[in-house]
């Protein structure tokens, strides 16, 4: 305890202010404080300037798909990127935009956006939506496509914000979902090989039948 109030009353007060406390109170230090204060200045500015580039996003923001490009692909270099593909008449996407809306809050150094599927692909299926795919540096680095791979429609907070840092979008202090093996099995025996509607493929399956 003396040791700890030793080092606290070494402490010059202005270490204890912030950029705007610092500019108030300039008048009441010395020219030997004035030099130090200038040092302290510019590294609290530094520090802000850091902090400022980490929280640049902070929300989910809706694109068009002539925007996609710009947003997503060509996005800021080292920058993760998640994009949900929806349709507003589909209660699943709307549930993963209110839980992608609250994990951009918490995790505002990654971008966090949504479109309306068909501004972005044509004639994509329903039973493919929501679509999540996760990119850095243009590059898709995780995809979860249709209900049961983005988490089945009682889809928890938790469970996607899990997903997501699987992916490497998002560093979470949530502890690992012991499901997850079984959930991926699942997936993986019911997923659709098919993303898009085509209509020849299934001409020709008809005709062989």
């Not at 972005?120 to 996760?134: A, Q, R, S």
């Not at 791979?149 to 490497?168: S, W």
């Amino acid at each position: 305890m003396v040791l700890r109030l030793q080092k606290e009353a070494m402490v010059k007060p202005y270490e204890k202010m912030n950029l705007a406390q610092l500019g108030e109170a300039e008048d009441d230090f010395d020219e030997e404080d004035m030099k130090a204060i200038e040092t302290y200045r510019e590294k609290r500015l530094q520090e802000w300037k850091v902090l400022k580039k980490k929280q640049k996003f902070g929300e989910l923001r809706e694109i068009s798909g002539n925007q996609y490009v710009n947003e997503v692909t060509n996005a800021e270099k080292d920058v993760w990127v998640i994009i949900h593909l929806y349709r507003s008449s589909i209660p699943m996407c709307l549930l993963v935009n209110q839980h992608l809306s609250l994990l951009a809050r918490k995790f505002p150094a990654t971008k966090f956006v949504k479109a309306i599927v068909d501004s972005c692909i044509e004639h994509y299926l329903d039973n493919c939506l929501p679509t999540i795919f996760v990119y850095k540096n243009g590059q898709i680095e995780g995809k979860f496509i249709g209900v049961i791979e983005c988490g089945g429609i009682n889809l928890r907070l938790e469970e996607l914000e899990r997903k997501l840092a699987e992916a490497g979008a998002i560093q979470t202090d949530l502890e690992e979902n012991p499901n997850t093996s079984t959930e991926d099995m699942v997936a993986s025996s019911i997923r659709n090989p098919s993303i898009y509607d085509d209509s020849d493929s299934s001409n020709s399956d008809n005709g062989n039948k």
